[in-house]
């Protein structure tokens, strides 16, 4: 019940018109399994619930192939606010099933791609979040996030060099960020460009005066010349 009630709080909060169900059946956790508009058939309903009880694999497939088969499609955007509100509450497996359903709904919604790139990201699922961020850049080329996301992981993996390239390009699309900027310098600097590295932790401090460089600004003015 306190899902629901804060899953009220945050439609109804909205300032526009929404594709709001006449229905929905929820599981025993709390996930919205699937939504109705106008009358629904018992069958239907029956049926839904059958297939809610395959577990959360089968209804990412089912979601993925066009959630809530019995009624009219919601929109991509209804989706994306579901998995939105399931994240911001603490809820990462139920958050990826609507960002996935979101993407199923919308091949070249490069959000919900970086979102489900994102939650692989934080599961430790390095290949499906490599995965995720590419289909994003595939449908955004300059999605600034979805750019340092996969700059991120390069990193991880020891590809500096695709990681600063990736960062150039998150920067050049997000100028105005400093944790880009310092991001792509600690990339630089551990590469040993470090004059374009001072350049970039430079632009990150006037940017914002808290940001964390002064270490590597240190290390990089105690490097012989």
């Given at each position: 019940?306190?899902?629901?009630?804060?899953?009220h709080r945050l439609l109804f909060s909205w300032r526009r018109p929404l594709p709001l169900p006449a229905g929905f059946l929820v599981d025993a956790r709390g996930l919205f399994r699937a939504f109705y508009?106008?009358?629904?058939?018992?069958e239907r309903v029956v049926k839904d619930a059958e297939v809610a009880k395959m577990g959360l694999s089968a209804w990412r497939a089912r979601a993925a192939a066009g959630p809530g088969q019995?009624?009219?499609?919601?929109?991509?955007?209804?989706?994306?606010?579901?998995?939105?509100?399931?994240?911001?509450?603490g809820h990462d497996d139920a958050a990826l099933v609507y960002f996935e359903a979101a993407v199923g709904q919308d091949r070249k919604d490069?959000?919900?791609?970086?979102?489900?790139?994102?939650?692989?990201?934080?599961?430790?699922?390095?290949?499906?979040?490599q995965a995720g961020f590419e289909a994003a850049?595939?449908?955004?080329?300059?999605?600034?996030?979805?750019?340092?996301?996969?700059?991120?992981?390069?990193?991880?993996?020891?590809q500096l060099n695709r990681a600063i390239a990736l960062y150039a390009?998150?920067?050049?699309v997000d100028a105005?960020?400093?944790?880009?900027?310092?991001?792509y310098g600690i990339s630089l600097a551990n590469a040993g460009k470090l004059a374009s590295a001072k350049r970039q932790l430079?632009?990150?401090?006037?940017?914002?005066a808290n940001a964390p460089v002064g270490r590597a600004l240190q290390m990089i003015d105690a490097e012989p010349k």
């Open positions: 019940m306190a899902r629901l009630e804060m899953l508009r106008g009358r629904v058939e018992l019995h009624q009219a499609p919601m929109k991509t955007m209804s989706w994306f606010a579901f998995g939105k509100f399931y994240l911001e509450h490069a959000n919900a791609h970086n979102m489900v790139g994102a939650l692989h990201a934080r599961a430790k699922r390095l290949v499906k979040a850049l595939a449908a955004d080329p300059k999605h600034a996030q979805a750019l340092a996301n996969l700059a991120n992981l390069m990193v991880g993996s020891r390009r998150a920067v050049a105005t960020n400093p944790v880009l900027r310092h991001a430079l632009k990150a401090r006037e940017l914002d």
